[in-house]
């Protein structure tokens, strides 16, 4: 089972890089606001059903994928 | 306007931080394969339609947000 985790920095926490992306894109000539940069990561598992496949996911975010304190995740399980 | 960027390693393009994830994942007892990390980028900017944030924001990623030699994106506009 393929597996997709959205891991974005929390609402409140500092976010140097989508400040640079940001101040960046302004140079270009883009108006934007609001940038937050975060990661995405991809993995393929072996599950029995989607509900085992985020349940292990969501293991895993917590054990290594994210950062709890300062980050958020979102997992999609793609059947 | 509210847009998502996902920005991935493309296909057959080395991706070591998915590699290390992978084998930091293994040693934790999960056994994943294929882990592949990119980025999301969420950023905010005008736009009279959802059409026009795609067009800007496709821009954004050809001049900044993604290396198109080595990175594919996806985006997507919430209205």
Partial sequence: MRAT??????QG???????????????LGFSVSGARIGKVVDLELEAASADEARAQVEKMCE?????????????????
Same sequence: chains 1, 2.
């Fill in 5 to 10: 985790v959205l891991v974005r920095p929390k």
């Fill in 13 to 27: 926490i500092l976010d140097p890089q989508g400040a640079a992306v940001e101040t960046a894109l302004d140079h």
């Fill in 63 to 79: 054990q290594l994928l994210a950062n709890p304190l300062i980050e958020s995740y979102d997992v999609e399980i793609h059947a």
